[in-house]
C-alpha cells in the first residue's frame, strides 16, 4: 500500500488504484496516525484533536465508527491496532513517503558532510521528487499540535533544498541551476543563502555584473523590508566576486564520479529460465531493512554465471551508484581462488578510494561497508569458492544488492536466498543450439540435433562447446558430431573446444572432495544410469560403509553439485558426470576393487554381460551379478 501526505492526502493499493477516504474527520484521522506511524496515539487525545473543547456527546462512538471505515477502506482491519495506549497505524518500510522523505533527506546530508556530492545529489533529488504540493496536507485543516509537524516536515523541506543547491554547486552545474535559483529568490527575498549561492552561479557562468546586482539588491531588500544590512557570509561573497578570488573559479571543474559499470557483457542467445529469471527479478528489487543477498548454486557448467550476468544487465537501471562485479575464480580450472583482501581493495579502488598497498582484511571490510552506506548498488559476486570468502565481501546498507554465483550451497550466509539451478529442458536446449549455430542448419538436420541435445543432457556448458565445434567447422555435419558424442567413453572428449571442456570443469568440483568422498563418486558410475537413482542402501553395498555414514557421503556429494538428491534417501547423477566418474574410475581404482565393488551390489541390482561390456568393467564380474532387491 501507498500512503502520501507530502501534499493532498492520498492513499493507493499495492496495484496503484486509489482508495475513498470518506469525510473530512476521517481523513483527518488517517492523516494523524500517518504522521505518528508506529506511535500509539490515545483516544483522548484524538478527541481533542479532532473536536477540540466543542467535542458532541457521541465523539467516542464517532471516533470508533471512523477508524471501522478506515480499517474497511485500507482493507485490513491489523492495519489500525487498538492498545491499552491507543491507537496504531501499522505500516511497512517504504510504504509512507513520510518516512521515505526522511530516510533519503538523511543519506543526502551525510553524504554532503562527507563531500561525496554526485551521491549527496541524487538522494537529495528523489527525496524532494516525493513532494506532489508545496505543504503537507494541503487542503485538510489541521489542530494545531499537527500542524506543527507539518511545519517541522516543511522546514526539512527548505534544508533538503538548500543541501542540494550546495552539492550542485560543488559539482560545477551553477549553469543548469540558474533558472532554479532565481525562481527561489523571487520566493524568498529574505533569504541571504540563497542570494549568495545565485551570485556564485552568475559568476561561475561569466555573469560578474549580474552577480552583483545581485547583491545590490539583497542589500537594498533587507533595508526596506527588516531594516538590516546583509550578512557577513553574504557580504563576503560580494567581496570575493569584486576582488576576482581565484578560488570561487575551481581550477578545473568538479565533475560527478561515473558510477562503475563493470558487469561483463550478457550472452547474446541467452536462452530459457524464465522462472528464475523472475524469481530473481524480484528479490533484487524488492524492498528490504537489509542487504538483500541471492545465491544461485548449481553443478559446473549449468549456466549459473549466464544467468546472473543476464538478470543483473536487466535490474541494472534500478542501481545509479554502480553495479560492480568480481569473478572470485572458486571453481575456474587453473587458476587459484581470489584472496577477500584483494578483492575488496579492487571494490574500493573501482567506488574511489585508491588505497595504497593491500589493506588488512577488518580494515578494508569496514571501509567498504563505510563507502557503500546508502548507495544503491548492485554487486555481483561469480564463481564464489565458500560462504567464508564471500563473507567480506558484502556491503551493510540495505539499499545494496548482492548476488552470487557458487557450486557449493552458501548455507552460512545471513538471510541469503538460494537458487538451486538445475539442467535445462529439452526444448530450451534445443532452441539455444539454433541461436548459436543457425536455426537452418538445425532444420536442415532436425534429427541429428535431437540426438545432440539428448547427449548434452541439459548442460548448457555442453550445448554451447558442441555448436562452437560446429562453427568452427561448417562442413561438419550434425549427424556427423551425434556419432561421435553417441560414443560414451569420447564424449566427454569431444565436449572440448578452445579453453571450454566440460571434463576440466567437471575436475575442480572433483578435486575439492575428500579422499571418501571421491571413491563413493567414482564407485557409483559402476552401477550406470539407473533411472530410478541410487538408494543409500545400494550405495552402502557398493562402498561397503555403513548406511549411516553412506548417507553423509552422498549428501556431501549432492552439497558438491556431483550428485541429485530427490525423495526420502535416493540420490541420482548427471550422465555427462556420470562418464566423468567412470573415467575417473578407470584412472585411480583397479579392476579388482571394481570388481568387488560390484560384487557387494549384487543384492541390489541386476547388471546384464552385455551392460558390463560396453561400460568396460572387468569379464569376471558378469557371472556374479544377480536380482535380489530393486536399488
Not at 113 to 127: F, I, K, M, Q, Y
Amino acid at each position: 500500500m501507498d500512503f502520501k501526505i507530502l501534499g493532498p492526502i492520498e492513499v493507493r493499493t499495492s496495484h496503484g488504484r486509489p482508495i475513498a477516504l470518506g469525510r473530512r474527520k476521517q481523513r483527518v484521522l488517517l492523516a494523524a496516525l500517518l504522521l505518528n506511524t508506529g506511535k500509539a496515539i490515545p483516544s483522548r487525545r484524538m478527541l481533542d484533536w479532532l473536536w477540540g473543547e466543542c467535542a458532541p456527546a457521541t465523539a467516542e462512538s464517532n471516533l470508533y465508527t471512523y477508524i471501522s471505515a478506515l480499517r474497511k477502506a485500507l482493507g485490513s482491519p491489523s492495519r489500525i491496532e487498538a492498545g491499552s495506549n491507543g491507537y496504531v497505524l501499522r505500516v511497512t518500510p517504504g510504504e509512507v513517503d513520510v518516512t521515505l522523505f526522511e530516510d533519503l533527506a538523511a543519506q543526502g546530508q551525510r553524504a554532503l558532510s562527507a563531500g561525496r556530492h554526485d551521491v549527496a545529489l541524487e538522494r537529495l533529488t528523489r527525496a524532494l521528487c516525493l513532494w506532489r504540493g508545496e505543504s503537507v496536507l494541503e487542503e485538510l485543516p489541521l489542530p494545531t499540535p499537527l500542524r506543527c509537524e507539518t511545519a517541522r516536515l516543511e522546514r526539512l523541506r527548505a534544508s533538503v533544498v538548500d543541501a542540494s543547491l550546495e552539492a550542485r554547486l560543488a559539482l560545477g552545474r551553477h549553469g543548469e541551476m540558474l533558472a532554479d535559483l532565481e525562481v527561489l529568490t523571487r520566493k524568498d527575498p529574505l533569504n541571504e543563502r540563497l542570494r549568495a549561492q545565485l551570485m556564485l552561479a552568475l559568476y561561475r557562468s561569466g555573469r560578474r555584473a549580474d552577480a552583483l546586482t545581485i547583491y545590490q539588491d539583497a542589500r537594498m531588500t533587507l533595508a526596506a523590508e527588516v531594516g538590516i544590512d546583509p550578512g557577513p557570509d553574504l557580504i563576503r561573497m560580494h567581496q570575493r566576486i569584486l576582488a576576482d578570488d581565484p578560488a570561487l573559479t575551481p581550477l578545473r571543474a568538479v565533475a560527478a564520479r561515473r558510477a562503475p559499470a563493470e558487469l561483463p557483457i550478457g550472452l547474446a542467445a541467452f536462452t530459457g529460465r524464465a522462472t528464475e529469471i523472475a524469481r530473481l527479478r524480484t528479490m533484487l528489487t524488492s524492498a528490504s531493512d537489509t542487504t538483500a543477498v541471492s545465491a544461485i548454486t548449481g553443478a559446473a557448467g549449468i549456466g549459473k554465471s549466464a544467468l546472473a550476468v543476464h538478470v543483473a544487465h536487466q535490474v541494472a537501471g534500478r542501481f545509479p551508484d554502480g553495479r560492480l562485479y568480481v569473478d572470485l575464480h572458486g571453481s575456474t580450472p587453473g587458476v587459484a581462488p581470489l584472496n577477500p583482501a584483494d578483492v575488496l581493495a579492487r571494490l574500493l579502488r573501482s567506488l574511489g578510494d585508491d588505497l595504497a598497498g593491500r589493506p588488512d582484511l577488518d580494515e578494508a571490510a569496514g571501509r567498504f561497508r563505510s563507502l557503500t552506506d546508502g548507495r544503491r548498488l548492485l554487486l555481483l559476486l561469480d564463481n564464489a569458492r565458500d560462504a567464508a570468502q564471500v563473507r567480506p565481501l558484502l556491503p551493510a546498507s540495505p539499499t545494496c544488492r548482492v548476488l552470487v554465483t557458487a557450486r557449493r550451497m552458501l548455507t552460512s550466509l545471513d538471510a541469503a536466498s538460494h537458487f538451486r539451478l538445475g539442467v535445462m529442458a529439452e526444448d530450451e536446449t534445443s532452441t539455444l543450439l539454433g541461436r548459436l549455430i543457425g536455426e537452418e542448419r538445425v532444420a536442415a538436420e532436425q534429427q541429428a540435433a535431437r540426438a545432440i541435445v539428448r547427449l548434452c543432457a541439459g548442460l548448457p556448458l555442453a550445448i554451447r562447446i558442441a555448436a562452437a565445434r560446429l562453427i568452427a567447422r561448417p562442413g561438419l555435419s550434425l549427424r556427423a558430431l551425434a556419432d561421435r558424442l553417441a560414443v560414451e567413453d569420447r564424449r566427454l572428449s569431444e565436449l572440448q573446444a578452445d579453453d571450454q571442456a566440460v571434463r576440466a570443469y567437471f575436475m575442480m568440483s572433483y578435486r575439492s572432495l575428500d579422499a571418501e568422498s571421491s571413491r563413493m563418486f567414482r564407485l557409483l558410475s559402476l552401477l550406470g544410469g539407473t533411472g530410478g537413482g541410487i538408494s543409500v542402501a545400494a550405495a552402502a553395498a557398493l562402498a561397503d560403509r555403513p548406511e549411516p555414514r553412506t548417507a553423509d557421503l552422498l549428501d556431501h556429494l549432492a552439497e558438491a553439485q556431483l550428485l541429485d538428491a530427490y525423495g526420502h534417501d535416493r540420490y541420482r547423477m548427471h550422465d555427462l558426470l556420470r562418464l566423468f566418474a567412470r573415467e575417473r574410475a578407470r584412472e585411480e581404482d583397479t579392476e579388482e576393487d571394481q570388481a568387488q565393488a560390484v560384487r557387494r551390489a549384487r543384492r541390489g541390482v541386476w547388471i546384464p554381460p552385455a551392460y558390463m561390456t560396453t561400460r568396460g568393467l572387468p569379464p569376471r564380474t558378469w557371472e556374479i551379478i544377480h536380482v535380489h532387491r530393486e536399488i
